[in-house]
């Protein structure tokens, strides 16, 4: 018997995808703001069209640790300022991540050791984080205009 791995919730051109597994996989990678271990999948609210009471799909999360994502709903701007202000494309993050998961099970020669993803990910996200080594201190010492 074939279990499916993931369900859609929609048929319209952006499929709301939900996959709890995928969720787990998320979490258990670093959070992309400050490598820190300790994550949980963070669904970019402005990735996709939504209803009343609707979440994007699973495909648009990205790992935050506790610290940045209770920062990113508190912070008095939206979260696509927010993603602005630290000059990162949250759903460009999103597809490489979504992209190498299922890479990663489609192809049964995949090395599963994540260099890959380091290298797409986290190699280009420094430099820009670099500046705030501590996103609280750059976020409180923004104006919010």
Known sequence: MVTKKCTILSEDKAQRIKDKEYLKWVASNPCILCQNTQSQAHHVTFAMPRGFSQKVGDQYTVPLCYPHHHLLHTNGMSEKDFW???????????????????????????????SMLWRTVYDELVPKIQNNVDVYHSFLNMSFL
Not at 95 to 112: A, E, L, Q
């Open 84 to 114: 602005i202000k630290l000059d990162i494309d949250a759903i460009e993050i999103c597809r490489r991540f979504y992209d190498h998961y299922h890479n990663m099970w489609k192809n049964k020669n995949f090395f599963y050791d994540d």
